[in-house]
């Protein structure tokens, strides 16, 4: 969310000075979305203090326990508190659909998966209840296709289900499509729409038979559009549509573009790892890499200053500082920061036999077959991930001599 904005909407809250401005805003977004205490665990979340955030959040719910969109706040910062600690935030990893078949099992603890699927359904629960009661509540639409969109968004990165995140996604869709007949100046609503146009537009026909979403229309430019409109004058949805708007221009290749709004994003929240992560991550598709590792280093040097992040999972900085040096052939350094991307005690097992993996590659290419040896048995070591193991039995067999 813009800082000015921010502060403006903060102020005319915060003074009760509503006037003209607070009652605007209050006329087209889900009420709670002013309150002060939200404003205040969104700040937390967006610079990824996901425990400070819970905090705010779980207050919020307690003012208000009938209200669905508290309960979907909380969701919001289980959800990605759960990914974040996955390694599954890292864009780099789903701006291509092939992440769906990567063979990486996801293992969610049952206690956070209860309360992800708690929290969906009460949510969900309360709005349903105020429909019935009033077919024509925008804000219980709002609330109820928010948690939606939420659940798929989870659905699709922790499990790899796309199917049912499709179709939950498709409801989140409808819900916000019926916002908008009922307001159409309510912006926030337009985030679910454009993810779901740009998305199914991106799927081919037989895929989208497949997930049963056959008949559905979907529009790429039109999807951009309202997620544009919602990143410019959203509410509650603008900070996470300017994220979706990075990633989809990401997914088509539109590199400068998603590297405005990328940058855009790490100004505003300069403490946030992942939005300075994915400066560099763009400017290495962008395939300008000397300007990546800069950037990368940057960040490594940021987060080695006390406080600066409130977590580093410095794994995603060194494993992208090494594709980049892969990419420039710097292969001795790309080595080293697979490695050490490996070696960072929060690395999920995923995340480091990948490293290792690749870290015997750049070994076989300096002619340390010793040394690769070692990586790749690390990287098909039974037990944890086996996602990697197939190439790395391979490569203890016949020496890497690619690229």
């Known amino acids: 969310m813009a800082g000015r904005g921010l502060r403006v909407v903060a102020g005319c809250v915060l003074a009760g000075l509503l006037g003209t401005c607070g009652l605007a805003q209050a006329q087209h977004t889900y009420p709670l979305n002013l309150d002060p205490a939200v404003r205040d665990g969104l700040q937390h979340f967006y610079n990824l203090d996901y425990d400070g955030a819970a905090q705010r959040f779980e207050a919020v719910l307690r003012a208000h326990p ?13 959800e990605f508190r759960e990914l974040y600690r996955q390694d599954l935030l890292d864009t780099t990893y789903y701006a291509r659909e092939n992440f769906l078949s990567s063979g990486r099992k996801v293992s969610i603890d049952p206690v956070v998966r209860k309360r992800i699927e708690d929290l969906t359904d009460g949510a969900i629960a309360l709005a349903d209840a105020r429909i019935k009661a009033n077919g024509q509540d925008k804000d219980a639409y709002f609330a109820r296709g928010y948690a939606k969109g939420l659940h798929a968004a989870f659905t699709t990165l922790a499990d790899h289900s796309f199917a049912g995140a499709a179709r939950q996604g498709l409801s989140s869709r409808n819900d916000s499509e019926q916002v908008l007949k009922l307001d159409p100046d309510y912006t926030d609503a337009k985030m679910a729409v454009g993810i779901q146009q740009f998305a199914v537009a991106s799927l081919p026909r037989m895929v989208r038979m497949l997930v049963g979403i056959a008949g559905i229309g979907g529009n790429k430019e039109q999807g951009l559009v309202l997620l ?32 405005d709004v990328a940058h855009r994003l790490a100004e505003e929240y300069p403490h946030d790892y992942l939005y300075r992560l994915e400066e560099a991550n763009l400017m290495k598709d962008a395939g300008r890499g000397p300007e990546a590792i800069a950037i990368y280093q940057k960040v490594i040097a940021d987060a080695g200053k006390p406080g600066y992040f409130v977590e580093t999972r410095l794994q995603l900085a060194l494993f992208g500082l090494a594709e980049t040096q892969r990419g420039q052939g710097d292969v001795n350094d790309a080595a080293q920061n697979y490695a050490k991307a490996a070696q960072q005690p929060n690395c999920s097992d995923w995340m480091r036999k990948r490293a290792e993996l690749n870290a015997g590659e750049m070994l076989d290419l300096l002619h340390q077959r010793d040394a690769a040896v070692q990586q790749y048995t690390l990287a098909s070591a039974p037990g944890g991930d086996q996602s990697q193991t197939g190439e790395a039995k391979r490569y203890l067999r016949t020496p890497y001599a690619g690229r």
């Open 228 to 259: 544009r409109d919602c990143a410019e004058h959203g509410n509650a949805t603008k900070v996470q549509a300017q994220t979706a708007l990075s990633l989809f221009l990401r997914h088509d290749r539109r590199y400068a573009e998603a590297y």
């Open 66 to 78: 009938q209200d669905p969109m508290a309960n979907a706040y909380v969701l919001m910062v289980v």
